[in-house]
């Protein structure tokens, strides 16, 4: 049992944890995740990465995104409850060096995942830039964070509501035509932005490490459920990943394969939406007697 000390709700069902793991804390790196599970009775087993750890507090920091049932379960703990499991590091650890100039592209809820690495290539000597994107201002996580630790950092939102009307994909390549051009390109995101961010770099012959979030049951490359298909050949996420060469992954396979359980889902996140509903009326309804 792993306890939750602090939560922070970030943007629209976007959250923000510190939680109790102190062995977690000392040997995660970079780029590694924890399958975390709150439902024992045959729960789903959810991969998150780790977006920070404090090894005084013995804690890491988790973000995630409501979008069904179990994360809208991890949703509901307050500081103080506990998480049943929570499994890791797991994954390899990003390859840090000082590649020169670096540019670091997250989207949406991938502004997590690429936090502690592009904190670690600053620490490491690269010159960073940092390209953050969402929907709109409401859906913008870690700016201040960002901002903290880049050397430039470009905001981007879909309607133009905050920072630059644009698509990440739009910055990236004119990052790419600088001169130089960058040593080393980290896009993270939906698997619709990291191939487009691959697309991007490819005649500019960037190398581009994505990091992959697939469907992943038990972490260790025995379910299979996290195959996808690199340079032709069949990798798994949790244990050969989950960064590998944007140039390489075989994104259209990928993105079939995670809306296998896209209808679930939906449904079922819409079932939590109508029991919260449900369970607030009650609550009001109780206050006001």
Partial sequence: MNKVIAKEQLAEEVYRMRVHA???????????????QQDTDYG????????DADTDEGSITLIFQSVGKSTHKLAELEPGDAINNVVGPLGKPTHIENFGTAVCVGGGIGAAPLYPIAQALKEAGNHLTVIIGA??????ILEDEMRAIADELIVCTDDGSHGRKALVTEPLKEVCERDPRPDLAVAIGP???????????????VPTV???NTIMIDGTGMCGGCRVTV????????VDGPEFDGHQVDFDNM???????KPLEDDEHEQCHLEMAARDKEQSRNESS
């Fill in 22 to 36: 102190p062995l977690i804390a000392e040997e995660r790196r970079p780029g590694q995740f924890v399958i975390v």
């Fill in 44 to 51: 789903e087993r959810i991969p998150l990465t780790i977006a």
């Fill in 135 to 140: 929907r709109n201002a409401e859906l913008m």
């Fill in 191 to 205: 698997p619709v932005m990291m191939k487009f961010c691959a697309g991007t770099t490819r005649p500019y012959e």
């Fill in 210 to 212: 994505v990091s992959l």
């Fill in 231 to 238: 340079g032709g050949e069949t990798r798994f996420v949790c």
């Fill in 255 to 261: 993105i079939q394969r995670l809306g296998t359980y």
